[in-house]
């Protein structure tokens, strides 16, 4: 028996062109999507090994796992689809990422074959934000939805 460790990381959105780096963007509309590293103990023969050695997914887990980010991202990413600070921000990445658990848990996760080790946020994550509607801010807001209009995000 062979067990190795397998890290994905993606974004609420499930939107490559949104890398989980991609300093591109306003640095404040990056770090509000929020991005998850998730690290997983998989036992063979559910993971194998590309051409360069790494580790990954075997063909069908890597469909399954996909199947499954696109379904969750889909249920939980129109949540966070106003750029601008939601409110109890903290408390709703909570239930976020304990949704995702329970979510791995029901269709993805495989009792001793295939487990969570860790779930991890990247990025920064702001505690206090202004509820402040200056006209600075409205500015910045508009230049922001041109931002990503422009990289054909809503």
């Not at 909570?94 to 779930?119: A, C, M, R, V, Y």
């Not at 509607?133 to 939805?145: D, I, P, V």
Request: hydrophobic share 35%; net charge negative; with cysteine.
């Amino acid at each position: 028996m062979t067990i190795k460790i397998i890290v994905e990381q993606f974004n609420i959105y499930n939107n490559s062109e949104l890398d989980v780096y991609d300093y591109d963007l306003s640095f404040r509309a990056n770090n509000d999507i929020p991005k998850f590293q998730i690290r997983f103990y998989v036992n063979s023969p559910y993971f194998s090994e590309n051409i360069n050695g790494d580790i990954q997914f075997s063909r069908n887990t890597r469909r399954k796992f996909n199947e499954f980010k696109a379904l969750f991202c889909k249920k939980h990413g129109a949540i966070y689809d106003n750029p601008s600070r939601i409110d109890n921000s903290l408390d709703l990445m909570n239930t976020t990422i304990n949704s995702l658990k329970e979510s791995l848990n029901k269709s993805f996760l495989i009792p001793g074959e295939i487990e969570i080790d860790t779930i991890e946020l990247l990025g920064n994550w702001e505690v206090y934000h202004s509820s402040d509607n200056s006209e600075l801010a409205n500015l910045f807001e508009k230049q922001l939805m041109d931002e990503l209009s422009k990289k054909g995000i809503k």
